[in-house]
Structures are given as C-alpha cells and as structure tokens.
C-alpha cells in the first residue's frame, strides 16, 4: 500500500529552535509539494519541487523557511528559527506527472 | 483571481439522508476539479477528481460529483450518509498546465444518528 511518510507525525519546541520535517514521497512520484494548514488561513502551498528541483517557494517565509530534496526519496522542510506563528499541520504531498495525488499525514507542530 | 469556493462552513445530516456539499470556482478556463476528505488527525485523502469528459464523476466511498460549467460549480453528492462520513471536506482545482492545486475553505459535516 504506497503512501507517503511523515515524520514526525507531532512536535512540541520552544521559541527559537530549528525544527525538521521530513516527507517520504510514493515511490516513483516525482513530485513533492508541502502545505501548511491553520484554522485561520486553510490550506497553503508553501513548496513544490519537481524532479527535485524547487520550482516554487513563494508561499514560504524566506527568511526563516527552507525546503530540500536531497534526493528521490527524502523531502525536508526546515524552520529556523521557529516561532510561535508557525503553529500548524504541515502536508507533504506527492504525485506524478506534476499532479498532487496522495498527502501524507501530517507533522503537527507546536512552538511555545 | 483563481479561487475554490464552499459556501457551507459546516452541514449537519442525519445518518441514512442523503448529502450535497456545495464548491463554486472562479478560473479563467475550466481547471482540474478534485475532491478530498479528510478525517480528525489525518492527511487528505482524495474522493474523485474531473479533468474532462463525463460531467457525473464516481468517486470512492460513494461519492459523486457533478460539474456543472454554466454555474462554475462541481458539487458533491452521497445518497445515503454514514456515520463514519463525518469529516471536513475540501473543493481544490488545479489550473489545467499548472501546478498549485487551490483549496476551499472545507466543509465539516457533521451526522447525526
């Protein structure tokens, strides 16, 4: 049964911290995007990578936000330093030909 | 601007009845319609899709959906609701050649016994 893994599936830091998440897309997707998701703004695309290469990024803070593929099977996406704000589920998803099709289930993030 | 639209932050059914969960779209050009579920504490899961063709799309768990091009909208139908329906529900389109699906604001339903 393919699907893709997050981890981890929750994580609580304080102010300040760097937090990694990671996504493990389906196997032979070739694409990988991440969404964040609040009660407040919905679902919002942060980074989408094709063939591991970061095509968009608009949707993520610059300044604190950073998001990778070092290769096929791994996905990262990096806060640092985190913040109180960036509270939220955050999605991986992946598909192919450039189509999102499955979502992972989700890292919760909690900073204090 | 590109936008998914649900009207109905929550819908309350009773179990047995049957269910409509309204999305309207504002694109250019017809897009990619999808529909998601998705349950407390889980990832999205996705229920059906229309890219073109027959406008009555048969979905996983029962669902249907129905595009309608003169009323931009793709709603989607069950005709008997169970309770393990009960979940928040997402409109998303993907504009056809591009890559960033938009969501709606989702639809929490809620079932009664």
């Known amino acids: 049964d393919a699907r893709v893994t997050q981890t981890p599936r929750h994580k609580v830091t304080e102010m300040g911290q760097e937090v990694t998440m990671r996504c493990q897309p389906i196997?032979?997707?070739?694409?990988v995007f991440w969404y964040r998701q609040t009660m407040m703004q919905g679902l919002e695309l942060l980074a989408y990578?094709?063939?591991?290469?970061?095509?968009?990024d608009s949707g993520m803070p610059k300044d604190r936000f950073s998001a990778e593929m070092p290769d096929a099977t791994l996905a990262t996406l990096k806060i640092q330093p985190s913040e109180p704000r960036d509270s939220a589920v955050y999605f991986c998803?992946?598909?192919?030909?450039?189509?999102?099709?499955?979502f992972g289930q989700g890292t919760r993030l909690t900073v204090v | 601007a590109q936008s998914v639209t649900q009207p109905d932050i929550h819908i309350t059914v009773s179990e047995g009845a049957s269910l409509e969960l309204r999305c309207n779209y504002s694109?250019?050009?017809?897009?990619?319609l999808f529909w998601y579920v998705q349950s407390p504490g889980q990832g999205l899961q996705l229920l059906l899709k229309?890219?073109?063709?027959?406008?009555l799309v048969q979905g996983i768990k029962g669902f249907e959906a129905e595009f309608k091009r003169s009323q931009s909208s793709f709603n989607l139908r069950k005709p008997s609701v169970h309770w393990s329906d009960a979940a928040e529900y997402f409109c998303?389109?993907?504009?056809?050649?591009?890559?960033?699906?938009?969501f709606g604001a989702g639809t929490r339903l809620f079932v009664k016994a």
């Open positions: 229309y890219f073109s063709g027959d406008t």
């Open positions: 196997l032979g997707h070739n694409t």
């Open positions: 998803a992946s598909g192919a030909r450039g189509r999102l099709a499955f």
């Open positions: 990578f094709r063939n591991r290469a970061p095509l968009d």
């Open positions: 694109y250019g050009a017809t897009p990619y």
């Open positions: 998303a389109a993907l504009h056809t050649g591009g890559f960033k699906t938009i």
